[in-house]
């Protein structure tokens, strides 16, 4: 009696490389619209729109909850110089945005600010590796859900934390990032056994640019609620929409075109056939030395980090700039914070298109095509100092 055949992403590579196999057969490929591969991009751009909403929120409710009144009593005998002019009229005036009655501002220096800014990333740091791992083996959906509904779970009692005091909110953000940490590698995991070779820069782009399309409706609407009905309500309609957003997680989606309810049999088999083996589970076994003497793999984690370094900044940074350097009111500083992630959900979008096109047309091989999107990226993004780290490194990537 045969055996089946059991495969495993680590499984040694073919002697023919990536870009001279064929990526899927000649036969008819299934329309996207409403198929089950869509919604599930769709259901990933909605739930990263969350969880940039979360990691967001802090950054613009920050200026509301500083009373910067009392940050300033130290230097009522000295004079201030602002790096940019204070608008007309509002020399004797504070930076502190008034709140309702009843909502709480803290005394907290820029400092302080800075730290709890910055937990959550201490959090975050811990998870990505574990998390896409796990996801690898046991699939991403309950990782990815988990992660988005704790993290909501979790800013809902944002509130109750700064009250309780700093160390209590330093913790908490701290474990949001915990949480939020597997949601990335979850999706890769799970698009490796759902994205058909020639869709993959599409439906990776379309999931994945939910976060700056979520960064971009966060930063405005945390400063119109901020200023509007205090900042606590900044915290309960983002956790609460993450919690709405897991319900629909995990009723439609499943780890595997195999055990959807609702996929059709001619798109299933078709993701099935074009994947192959790479689309299932790997093992527990990790190539660890190889990994770390990979010249490439070390190229792609310091671009990525020279990368991230810049994108984080601004996201976390921005609106505290604009408030104490620009003296933008709340509202104008949300807006003018999105704007950059406006740029980056359009061209993101656009992107993924553009490099399945090159790679159907055979234009460039699937090398140079991520070498040259990955180097026009960092271009755009990145300070000049990593920008230079990039175009050197991912040289080395052949």
């Not at 299934?30 to 909403?53: E, K």
């Not at 959807?260 to 192959?276: A, C, F, L, P, V």
Request: net charge neutral.
């Amino acid at each position: 009696m045969l055996r089946p055949k059991v495969y495993s992403i680590n499984a040694a590579p073919s002697d023919e490389s990536e870009d001279r196999e064929p990526l899927i057969e000649n036969d008819a490929v299934p329309p996207q619209c409403c198929s089950a591969r869509f919604n599930l991009a769709i259901l990933m751009f909605l739930g990263f729109s969350v969880v940039y909403g979360l990691r967001v929120n802090l950054s613009v409710a920050m200026v509301a909850m500083v009373n910067s009144t009392s940050n300033s009593t130290l230097g009522q005998n000295s004079s201030i110089v602002h790096a940019c002019p204070l608008p007309p009229g509002s020399e004797n005036s504070s930076d502190t945005f008034p709140q309702p009655d009843g909502i709480p501002q803290y005394p907290w220096d820029s400092k302080t600010q800075g730290w709890l800014l910055g937990a959550f990333f201490f959090g975050y740091l811990c998870t990505q590796v574990p998390g896409g791992y796990l996801s690898g083996h046991y699939g991403g959906k309950i990782f990815l859900g988990l992660g988005v509904l704790g993290t909501a779970a979790l800013t809902l009692l944002t509130p109750l934390a700064a009250q309780l005091g700093l160390y209590w909110l330093f913790a908490l953000r701290a474990l949001e990032g915990f949480g939020e940490g597997v949601t990335y590698p979850a999706m890769m995991a799970m698009w490796a056994r759902w994205a058909p070779p020639l869709e993959r820069s599409r439906l990776t782009t379309l999931s994945g640019c939910g976060g700056n399309f979520g960064a971009f409706v966060a930063f405005p609407l945390t400063g119109y609620i901020c200023q509007t009905w205090g900042w606590p309500t900044v915290f309960y309609l983002c956790g609460g929409a993450g919690c709405f957003w897991a319900v629909f997680w995990f009723i439609f989606v499943s780890d595997d075109p195999r055990t959807h309810r609702r996929i059709s049999e001619e798109e299933r088999d078709y993701i099935i056939k074009s994947i192959g083996p790479q689309g299932t589970g790997h093992g527990w076994s990790v190539p660890v030395l190889p990994m770390l003497l990979s010249v490439p793999l070390w190229a792609i984690i310091i671009t990525q980090m020279c990368s991230n370094w810049s994108y984080y900044t601004l996201l976390t940074s921005l609106p505290t700039y604009m408030n104490t350097v620009l003296h933008f009111d709340l509202k104008s500083n949300g807006f003018l914070s999105a704007l950059p992630y406006l740029g980056c959900w359009l061209l993101s979008t656009l992107s993924g298109v553009i490099a399945d096109s090159l790679i159907a047309r055979k234009v460039f091989s699937i090398t140079n095509v991520r070498k040259i999107f990955t180097l026009a990226g960092k271009r755009n993004f990145s300070s000049f100092k990593c920008d230079f780290s990039a175009c050197c490194l991912l040289q080395l990537c052949s």
